[in-house]
């Protein structure tokens, strides 16, 4: 891969070098006026990919400047589709490791390996996502992490020193289980015999066994990126809030609390700390929970460990301007989605931010005091979604163009 070379100012009146794979610089435009921008935006589900987002985006900002200077660095909050943003943004190399899905069958299962940071990028969905099944496949009872589990061994294998775990887009409400138990650990009932797969069957656990888990993880720094911040437990849990989404019923939820609240009780009391409060342990089907309490991970934002992860540090310093998005712009975006974690990193480098959203949402002029500049909703006229996801793309491209055209005309 060849890189062009981008010159960032920095504060020491010096001058740095940037390596990115993503830069548009014309070599006969060095040392002239150039606008610098950076594309940053997430994906627009089920209609874009944050690449394509940026690809396009890009294209309408030459329309309008055509000697402009952009960095494409696609991004994600955690949730499903971050691996792909990683991969773009860092340049890792994508590896692929047959594992379980979340009902237990076969299925190759892509992750990221940045070989110079000994690194490895791990999506939870990958292995065990809701978009793995169909709608009548989804039982929050049953579906299990065991492939999470699998692809951290892969890592392991690699020579991994660090990993960043991506707990979005989960099928499983298994509080981890199951990727402890491909880790070495075992879940057992009163008989001593192992518990199947899945949330429900942690009523019956009676004893955790955790001396069989993989020495080698006592070196490994693991980051969970997270982007919710619920208990694992109780009607703001992991049970309660996500379970109807992977098919549960209000019995099944209830079940499945007790479950996960009988898995608290017992991890408590061997590991002698109580983490079923703690601010995201109910991420993921309770992943949250589970890679803190026997991976020891630190539990972040998503976004600001894909943004660390993506060097926006020095993006931002470089940039005049930067456009980011994606499908919906509201007052939950506030809770930590990719356009307001830019934003606010923008506003304390003091740079302004164009949001261009797939729609506008109740709540989203709360994203002004959180350094949005402009937020501008992506439809040219009245359409259906349908007509709008499929045009994205287009649109994308032409609110860029159009915003881009203001912006240099202005004083």
């Given at each position: 891969?060849r ?22 610089l014309n070599?006969d435009l060095i040392g002239?006026?150039i ?21 396009a ?6 329309k309008?400047?055509p000697?402009?200077d ?35 069958r ?12 000994r ?16 709608r ?6 049953i ?5 999470v ?8 294998d690699?020579g ?12 499983t ?17 009163s ?6 797969p899945g ?7 009676a004893t955790l ?8 993880l ?22 309660a809030?996500?379970g109807p ?5 209000p ?9 996960l609240?009988r898995?608290?009780d ?7 700390c109580d ?8 991420a ?13 991970a ?12 993506a ?17 919906r712009l ?5 809770a ?14 003091g ?6 959203a797939?729609?506008?949402g ?6 002004y ?16 979604l ?5 045009q994205t ?19």
């Amino acid at each position: 891969m060849r890189y062009a070379m981008v010159d960032l100012p920095t504060n020491m009146g010096v001058t740095q070098t940037l390596s990115s794979p993503y830069s548009l610089l014309n070599s006969d435009l060095i040392g002239k006026d150039i606008m610098h921008i950076l594309l940053c935006p997430d994906s627009y589900k089920e209609a874009l990919s944050a690449e394509l987002a940026a690809n396009a985006m890009a294209r309408g900002v030459h329309k309008a400047v055509p000697h402009a200077d952009i960095i494409r660095c696609p991004l994600a909050d955690g949730g499903e589709g971050s691996l792909e943003a990683l991969l773009a943004a860092t340049g890792a190399q994508r590896m692929t490791t047959q594992v379980r899905d979340a009902l237990g069958r076969p299925i190759n299962a892509h992750w990221g390996w940045l070989d110079t940071q000994r690194t490895a990028y791990i999506e939870l969905a990958e292995a065990s996502g809701l978009q793995q099944l169909t709608r009548a496949e989804r039982d929050a009872r049953i579906t299990s992490t065991r492939g999470v589990g699998e692809l951290l061994l892969a890592a392991l294998d690699q020579g991994a020193e660090k990993a960043l775990l991506l707990l979005g887009g989960s099928a499983t409400n298994d509080a981890g289980a199951g990727m402890l138990c491909a880790l070495g650990a075992r879940l057992l009932d009163s008989q001593g015999d192992p518990l199947p797969p899945g949330g429900a069957a942690l009523q019956r656990l009676a004893t955790l066994d955790l001396s069989g888990l993989d020495r080698r993880l006592a070196s490994l720094t693991i980051d969970a990126a997270v982007d919710v911040d619920n208990p694992l437990l109780g009607p703001q849990g992991a049970s309660a809030i996500f379970g109807p989404q992977k098919g549960a019923t209000p019995e099944q939820v209830e079940t499945l609390d007790k479950a996960l609240a009988r898995f608290a009780d017992i991890s408590a009391e061997h590991l002698r700390c109580d983490l079923r409060a703690l601010p995201g342990a109910g991420a993921a089907g309770g992943m949250g929970f589970a890679t803190r309490a026997f991976l020891g991970a630190s539990l972040k934002p998503g976004i600001e460990l894909i943004m660390d992860q993506a060097g926006m540090a020095e993006h931002l310093a470089w940039a005049d301007l930067v456009v980011t998005g994606e499908g919906r712009l509201d007052g939950q975006s506030m809770a930590g989605k990719t356009p307001i974690g830019v934003a606010r990193a923008a506003k304390q480098a003091g740079k302004p931010v164009i949001v261009l959203a797939g729609s506008l949402g109740d709540g989203w002029q709360a994203a002004y005091p959180q350094g949005v500049t402009t937020a501008v909703a992506l439809a040219d006229g009245p359409m259906t979604l349908a007509d709008a996801m499929v045009q994205t793309a287009s649109l994308l491209e032409d609110r860029c163009e159009s915003l881009l055209r203001l912006w240099v005309a202005g004083p």
